[in-house]
């Protein structure tokens, strides 16, 4: 079987280390694991008059996300919590009401960060979102990242130090959605 990864980063900084980071992780899959970023920012502000009459990029968006198998948010933290650009994408993509595409994806949280804490607090309050759309979402290994000198390597992969680290965790999160997957066929 192979498997649809959305990949939703929470920067739409052009320069972005949390966009490094996505990529990285795409490059750590194992072979049947595809994944892709989704991108957000051409979604317009959310404005719930539009649930009815969803723009196209927003259709976009929500059938990238109904035909993943599992979605990894990589976010940066912004004054504590999570980037503004990236709530908007959630709330698009859970309306209009019961039309989620969000409910039942195996989601994976991880972040990286200029500041010691790592992205933690945005992280917690992720999860907090997720857990209302009813997206099982990976508990262990948490992944706070500080982009130290180093914390990436020159051909844009994760730094020697950091790799086997990060290594684990993407490989707990596949584990975790061929487990979704799994209980998801038998039903
Ligand atoms: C930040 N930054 C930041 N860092 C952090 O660890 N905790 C925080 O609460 C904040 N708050 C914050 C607010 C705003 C508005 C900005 C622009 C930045 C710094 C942040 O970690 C840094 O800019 C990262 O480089 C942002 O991620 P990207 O864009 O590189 O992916």
Do not use: C
Not at 16 to 29: E, G, I, R, V, W
Not at 62 to 68: G, H, Q, Y
Request: cysteine-free; charged content about 20%; aromatic content about 10%.
């Amino acid at each position: 079987m192979s498997y649809k990864i959305a990949v939703v980063v929470g920067s739409i900084r052009r320069d972005s280390f949390n966009k490094k980071l996505a990529q990285a992780l795409a490059k750590l899959a194992p072979q049947e694991f595809e994944f892709s970023l989704s991108r957000i920012d051409d979604l317009p502000l959310y404005n719930q008059d539009d649930d009815a009459n969803q723009a196209d990029q927003v259709k976009r968006f929500k059938a990238e996300i109904a035909a993943a198998q599992g979605v990894i948010f990589v976010t940066p933290e912004y004054n504590r919590s999570i980037p503004g650009v990236l709530k908007n994408a959630i709330d698009h993509a859970s309306r209009p009401y019961g039309k989620s595409a969000w409910a039942g994806k195996p989601a994976g949280v991880i972040g990286v960060s200029v500041g010691a804490i790592g992205t933690a607090l945005a992280q917690q309050h992720l999860r907090n979102v997720l857990a209302y759309l009813d997206m099982p979402t990976l508990g262990q290994p948490e992944m706070f990242l500080q982009n130290k000198e180093g914390f990436f390597a020159e051909d844009g992969g994760i730094g020697a130090d950091s790799q086997k680290f990060v290594q684990g965790w993407v490989t707990k999160y596949v584990a975790w959605v061929r487990q979704h997957a799994a209980v998801a066929k038998a039903a």
